[in-house]
Structures are given as structure tokens and as C-alpha cells.
């Protein structure tokens, strides 16, 4: 039986939106949304509270996205907000004025539940492309999670993301000690943990890819293929070397972010963030010992959709 559905999530840099009709195996896209609307801005930086002037932007865009949904027959609409609203002090008086504002129930979902969906919408996006039991990593503003599949969905957090290292900058080994640190990894307390035995798990980068989703990732491959004109199907996995994340980064940071802006292929609202978040990759695909990245343009959105 098919429908229409209505997904949204408020990350820590981006609120995004997708209306999508979806059948028992089938889904079809109608509408994309995203709008940097910085709801973590200043978190990274000791703070633990939303500022009004990051709520204030965040409704502008939900009472925008209210309005292009009521244009669908849709029947659900599902509202999602991660890292930034779950470690913030004011995060539930927000979603309580998200509710008197615009009408939707904005569920903070926990890192648990994140990495389940995430999981799913990159796992379901790469159906097609015969890969089995990747590792999904995730790179957002404010947190960089890792995901895999053992007999159920398991996953690690580290609270480093790109909007955080723009506003406090790491070097690569600071990211690779930071990720190792919220991983559980190697040369740090937790050493053999279970991100750890899924790395090394049927190990290589073609029985065990690392898939990586995210507006890090889809915004590096639309660079790399000088996308003009974004187009999501061409995201679904896409497989870049290491050296070329590497050229792409060197090339991003000898650049302005106007000059960044001025790039086909890059997100308006990325040009500051994006060369932090190609460190974090390197970083992420030096921990996880792989010469080379599949993206995929399916994430929690596509999750919470097929769920």
C-alpha cells in the first residue's frame, strides 16, 4: 500500500527535508529540501545552550518547509532533531515551541536510534550494488558516527563534527585521536572494541566497504564529477580513492570560501565547514585502514522513510 511521507531532521548545521511516495519495496522522491540554519552554532565552544537567534533561523525554515508539504497529499510527517538538540539545555523548550509554532512533534532522537536509521537509508540506498555489511560513517557538524551490522545495528560516536572543528580547530592527528577516543579505538582506553572487530572484520575495502553518508560526502562527490546541476542517483555508490579525498581537501583549503562557493558542485552553506569535515574523513578512513570511500546520498532521512 503506498503513500506520501513527509521526513525532516534538524542537524547540528542543516535542516533538511524530503517528500517522498513509498510502496512495499519502492520509494520516489518528489521534493529535497536543506537550509543551513546553524542550530549548533556556538556548542562546540563550551556552550550548552541554543542560542535564540539559531532557533529563530531553524523555524524560518520549518514554517518554509510546512508550507511546501501541505502542496503533497501527505499522510505522515516525521520530524527528527540529533547531536546539537540531545546535548543541548534548552532542547525540549524547543521542541516545544516547534510544536506551538509550526504543529509538528519533533522527536530528539538518541544515538541508538540514529545510528539504526542511518544504517538503514544507506544500506537500502545501495540495494543494487551488491555490498554486504558495510561500515556506514556519518559525518555531521557537531558528532561523526561509525555504524555496522552484526546480528543487529551497532554503532560509535565521537562529539567531533565540521562546523565544531571550524569553530575549534584540530590537526589530523587531533582528529584521528579524537575519533579513536569516542570510537573505543586503538592507542586509546577501550582498545579492541567492537568498532574495532568490525574494521577488522572480513576486512578490505571491497568486503567490507566503508560507505560514507552525509552533506560531507554527497558535496565531495558532486565536486568530483563538476556537478553542475546536483543529481542524488549519481551519489549511490560512488567509490573515491583516498588521494583523491586528500586532492580535493588541499584544493578546498588554498581556496577562499567564496572562491569554494563559486566551485560546481558545492552546497551553498558548506564552503566554510566542507574542508573540515574531507579531514574528518581522511581521519575516519585512516581508523578504519581503507584506500577508498563509496558515497551514498541515503541517510537517517531514507531510514525514518522505509521505516
Not at 47 to 66: C, F, G, N, V
Not at 73 to 102: C, H, I, S, W, Y
Amino acid at each position: 500500500m503506498s503513500g506520501y511521507r513527509a521526513v525532516m531532521d534538524i542537524g547540528t548545521n542543516s535542516c533538511r527535508l524530503i517528500v517522498a511516495e513509498v510502496g512495499d519495496d519502492w520509494d520516489v522522491t518528489h521534493l529535497r529540501q536543506m537550509r543551513v540554519t546553524r542550530i549548533g552554532e556556538g556548542l562546540g565552544s563550551g556552550s550548552l545552550h541554543i542560542s535564540r537567534a539559531a532557533m529563530d533561523r531553524t523555524l524560518a525554515a520549518l514554517l518554509e518547509y510546512k508550507a511546501m508539504i501541505e502542496g503533497f497529499p501527505v499522510d505522515k510527517v516525521v520530524l527528527m532533531g540529533t547531536q546539537a538538540l540531545r546535548e543541548a539545555d534548552n532542547g525540549a523548550d524547543f521542541a516545544a515551541e516547534v510544536k506551538e509554532r509550526t504543529g509538528f512533534r519533533l522527536e530528539i532522537i538518541s544515538s541508538r536510534r540514529e545510528a539504526c536509521l542511518s544504517y538503514a537509508g544507506a544500506a537500502g540506498g545501495l540495494r543494487g550494488a551488491a555490498m554486504a555489511g558495510p561500515l556506514v560513517l556519518d559525518i555531521g557538524a557537531g558528532s561523526t558516527e561509525l555504524f555496522w551490522e552484526e546480528s543487529a545495528v551497532e554503532g560509535v560516536s565521537a562529539p567531533i563534527g565540521a562546523l565544531r572543528l571550524l569553530e575549534s580547530p584540530l590537526d589530523g592527528q587531533g582528529i584521528l585521536a579524537a575519533l579513536r577516543a569516542g570510537w573505543g579505538g586503538r592507542e586509546a582506553p577501550g582498545s579492541g572494541s567492537a568498532a574495532d572487530c568490525a574494521v577488522d572484520r572480513d576486512g578490505g575495502d571491497d568486503k567490507r566497504p566503508l560507505v560514507a553518508v552525509g552533506g560531507t560526502a554527497t558535496t565531495l562527490g558532486a565536486i568530483h564529477l563538476d556537478m553542475k546541476v546536483y543529481d542524488p542517483e549519481a551519489m549511490l555508490g560512488l567509490r573515491l580513492s583516498r588521494a583523491r579525498v586528500e586532492e580535493v581537501q588541499h584544493m578546498l583549503e588554498g581556496m577562499t570560501p567564496r572562491e569554494r562557493l563559486a566551485l560546481p558542485g558545492m552546497t551553498p552553506g558548506r564552503e566554510d565547514v566542507l574542508p573540515w569535515g574531507l579531514r574528518i574523513l581522511l581521519g575516519a578512513m585512516d581508523y578504519c585502514r581503507r584506500d577508498s570511500v563509496v558515497i551514498c546520498d541515503r541517510d537517517l532521512l531514507y531510514g525514518a522513510l522505509y521505516e
